[in-house]
């Protein structure tokens, strides 16, 4: 949610609450509480303590503050650069040693996270880190075919692990290598599988913490579906699809997301933001 601040004061610098914002980020990025959370961090029952979900919201939030071209902007980012950078370390010696990707529908996701890290790494430059996203994404990745598109949903899933990983190849791959490579990895449109993903998801209960997560599901997709149609050739009959199935999925999300309680507010906001303006 501080990312979802700073990115709409970037944005919307005219944002008619930009003052509270700063003056809350002012409160929230100081360097004893970075050191507070390093202290944490370090502490050895914490040190995979939100990996990877936790860590590439890090990431993500410091693309943001890097590109905030404002005085403010730079003191936040060089404030919360130690925290980073042992997160960023982290997450190299991680996928070092990672065996296989994992891929449920939820925190962990691989693929999920690696979409945000590697929007830091091209942000700040870091191309050790970016190799080492591309290197292990396509180790895990490159040899998928027919992704289960049948078995998404579960109940409980605010990540398409189909979606995501697809996402992250168009970010990976050159775009003739990912129109081939997506040629392989989805089953056909007109496949009854590939339905379980075209429709939003069903919500029996919006005030459940853990069903609400299929509200923000529409916004992961959304998101997901776009950055895939964006890197699909003009006259691929995909790309008019999947922009309106980002589009059908972002209205879904937004019906539902007023309506959640605190299981919502705290979390909903930042998808709808990114899906709104990635």
């Not at 003009?234 to 539902?256: M, N, V």
Request: with cysteine.
């Amino acid at each position: 949610m501080h990312w979802t601040l700073v990115r709409l004061m970037r944005l919307y610098p005219d944002i008619r609450t930009k003052d509270k914002i700063t003056e809350l980020l002012n409160s929230q990025f100081t360097d004893d509480k970075i050191s507070k959370e390093i202290e944490f961090l370090n502490e050895k029952q914490n040190r995979t303590f939100e990996r990877t979900y936790g860590w590439a919201w890090l990431m993500r939030l410091q693309s943001e503050l890097l590109q905030l071209d404002t005085p403010d902007g730079k003191k936040w980012a060089q404030t919360l650069n130690p925290l980073v950078k042992i997160i960023r370390d982290r997450t190299i010696e991680y996928f070092n040693k990672l065996p296989k990707a994992v891929r449920p529908g939820t925190h962990s996701n691989t693929a999920f996270s690696m979409n945000h890290m590697i929007s830091y790494a091209q942000v700040a430059g870091d191309k050790k880190l970016e190799q080492s996203i591309e290197k292990t994404a396509k180790k895990f990745f490159m040899n998928d075919k027919n992704c289960p598109t049948g078995y998404e949903p579960s109940g409980v899933d605010f990540v398409s692990p189909c979606l995501s990983e697809a996402y992250l190849m168009s970010l990976i791959l050159d775009r003739p290598e990912y129109s081939e490579w997506l040629d392989d990895f989805f089953p056909d449109l007109c496949d009854p599988t590939f339905k379980n993903i075209m429709d939003p998801p069903v919500v029996t209960d919006l005030k459940d913490y853990i069903i609400g997560h299929l509200i923000g599901l529409n916004f992961q997709r959304s998101w997901a579906y776009r950055g895939i149609a964006n890197e699909l050739p003009k006259e691929d009959p995909r790309k008019k699809i999947f922009l309106e199935l980002s589009d059908i999925h972002l209205r879904s999300g937004l019906e539902g997301m007023d309506q959640t309680g605190y299981g919502g507010s705290h979390w909903l906001a930042s998808f709808a933001t990114l899906a709104f303006t990635n």
